[in-house]
């Protein structure tokens, strides 16, 4: 019921993930990112155990097929997730359960991992890596963000639109840019506003002081 967009910064090694459905509040449940270890997203019949499992199985030093493999083989209904993400070397892994709703399916490359379900088509998932291949010399989170609005324009969650999110972390245990629109009529042009205000001197000073002192 989702598509969403995990992305590492190799200069950085900073991670993002940035997600749309038409569901409510999909930032609450989706993205799990660990500052050093990886991001991971879980989709379609959505657990969050998962993600928490997968960053934990990085972070033992699992790369991330290791990693979500392991987390799959003890879910007894992996055939209804998707779950994908990056390890910490920018190594990508995906898996799209054969009970997922269609279209669902997965893009993965050096650095970054595309995957979405009850989506139009391939084409959104497409669209959103050649946007992430295109915009090389954006920072992360526009990258991010122009991906995901590619994928929207593209067809994205065939049901509609309700909810997305855009959450990236750098060096510090808590996320450096962390943007949610629970429920709007428009969630990415409503999460482009707020991306705005993020950028603004007085919020950036703000951030760096807070991420300065950990």
Same mark, same amino acid.
């Given at each position: %019921?989702?598509?969403? +967009?995990?992305?590492?910064? #190799? ?5 993002? +993930? ?6 409510? @509040? !999909? ?13 991971? /997203? ?30 799959? /083989?003890?879910?007894?209904? @992996? ?11 920018? *190594? ?11 279209? $669902?399916?997965?893009?993965? &490359?050096?650095?970054?991992?595309? $995957?979405?379900? %009850?989506?139009?088509?391939?084409? !959104? !998932? ?23 609005? @590619? ?7 065939? *049901? &509609?639109?309700?909810? /997305?999110?855009?959450?990236? !972390? ?9 943007? *949610? ?14 991306? #705005?205000?993020? *950028? ?9 002081? +807070?991420?300065?002192?950990?």
């Amino acid at each position: %019921m989702t598509f969403s +967009i995990v992305l590492r910064d #190799s200069e950085e090694n900073s991670f993002g +993930i940035a997600v749309a459905t038409k569901h409510f @509040a !999909v930032g609450a449940l989706v993205p799990h990112l660990r500052s050093g270890v990886g991001a991971v /997203a879980v989709q379609a019949s959505t657990n969050p155990h998962l993600g928490l499992s997968g960053l934990e199985q990085l972070a033992s030093g699992k790369n991330i097929e290791q990693a979500l493999k392991t987390v799959l /083989a003890e879910d007894p209904e @992996a055939g209804l997730r998707q779950l994908h993400g990056l390890d910490a070397s920018g *190594r990508s892994w995906a898996w799209s359960g054969k009970q997922t709703k269609k279209w $669902a399916g997965h893009q993965c &490359g050096e650095n970054y991992s595309v $995957a979405g379900n %009850m989506l139009t088509g391939l084409e !959104v !998932v497409e669209t959103c890596v050649e946007s992430l291949l295109k915009n090389t010399d954006l920072p992360l989170e526009e990258k991010l963000l122009k991906a995901l609005q @590619a994928g929207e324009q593209a067809g994205g969650d065939r *049901r &509609g639109k309700q909810s /997305a999110a855009l959450l990236t !972390v750098r060096h510090q245990p808590f996320t450096w840019c962390n943007l *949610r629109v629970d429920d709007h009529p428009e969630p990415l042009s409503e999460l482009e506003r707020l991306f #705005s205000e993020f *950028r603004k001197p007085y919020y950036q000073e703000f951030v760096s002081v +807070i991420h300065g002192q950990s």
